[in-house]
């Protein structure tokens, strides 16, 4: 997909929920972070990338009412929830993407290792790498990111969503890519993500920013 194309459907999905503003622009990075730790080549790196900013277009499709919603989700609105990856791969098709990679992130960013994800319930490595990846990163900006019905997260929040992210190997997650994560995070590789792309930091146009740009960013954190 060209830059522009998904310029267009993030600017959409962040239409419908501002709070993902940020969150897809630090999904992106711990994805290229991750992905650079397992020496993956930069074309599929490319290709993960871009379906870590397009992982939540089925949410477009879900009402305001329960996107948004400040309390708890009753059950019924959960399952409407749930269904987002099936309304997000569906979109994928009508627009002719067909890259696997994104496909897969798309659909499958909801699985877990044990079974019990949604929304096919698939387990273990049934479930495409790139997704088993995908999922860790994306529950840990969950943790460490504003939402509808969280607004105070703490200064320890990373370090709290790295101890659950660990709490759930073999059952929520793949342990090779906690553990990898993980590295990233104790070794300081995250930091510019977190200090620079965060909730109070206003959000660049997505894909205008030079790659050195990124770089100077991110050495400017692991020199500290």
């Known amino acids: 997909m060209s830059p522009e194309q998904i310029q267009?459907?993030?600017?959409?999905?962040?239409?419908?929920?501002l709070s993902t503003a940020a969150h897809t622009w630090r999904v992106v990075l711990y994805t290229r972070a991750l992905l650079e730790s397992f020496n993956v080549d930069r074309e599929w790196i490319a290709l993960a990338?871009?379906?870590?900013?397009?992982?939540?277009?089925?949410?477009i499709d879900?009402?305001?009412?329960?996107?948004?919603?400040?309390?708890?989700?009753?059950?019924?609105?959960?399952?409407i929830?749930?269904?987002?990856?099936?309304?997000?791969?569906?979109?994928?098709?009508?627009?002719?993407?067909?890259?696997?990679?994104?496909?897969?992130?798309?659909?499958?960013?909801?699985?877990?290792?044990?079974?019990?994800?949604?929304?096919?319930?698939?387990?273990?490595?049934?479930?495409?790498?790139g997704a088993r990846l995908f999922s860790v990163i994306d529950?840990?900006?969950?943790?460490?990111?504003?939402?509808?019905?969280?607004?105070?997260?703490?200064?320890?929040?990373?370090?709290?969503a790295i101890v659950e992210l660990q709490a759930g190997i073999g059952t929520r997650y793949w342990a090779e890519g906690v553990e990898a994560f993980t590295e990233l995070f104790h070794t300081?590789?995250?930091?510019?993500?977190?200090?620079?792309?965060?909730?109070d930091v206003p959000i660049p146009s997505f894909?205008?920013?030079?790659?050195?740009?990124?770089?100077a960013i991110r050495n400017h954190y692991k020199s500290k």
């Open 49 to 59: 990338t871009q379906a870590a900013a397009l992982h939540d277009i089925g949410k």
């Open 81 to 129: 929830i749930k269904l987002h990856p099936v309304t997000g791969f569906a979109r994928m098709i009508t627009l002719k993407v067909s890259e696997e990679p994104i496909h897969n992130v798309v659909r499958f960013h909801h699985e877990r290792w044990d079974g019990l994800g949604y929304p096919f319930q698939i387990k273990g490595e049934e479930i495409p790498i």
């Open 139 to 160: 529950s840990f900006d969950a943790m460490t990111s504003v939402r509808p019905y969280r607004n105070d997260i703490g200064d320890n929040a990373a370090q709290r």
């Open 188 to 199: 300081g590789q995250l930091d510019y993500i977190l200090h620079y792309f965060n909730d």
């Open 207 to 215: 894909y205008t920013a030079r790659e050195e740009e990124f770089d």
């Open 8 to 17: 267009k459907l993030v600017a959409e999905i962040e239409q419908k929920d």
């Open 62 to 79: 879900i009402p305001d009412r329960i996107l948004q919603k400040p309390g708890r989700l009753t059950d019924e609105e959960f399952e």
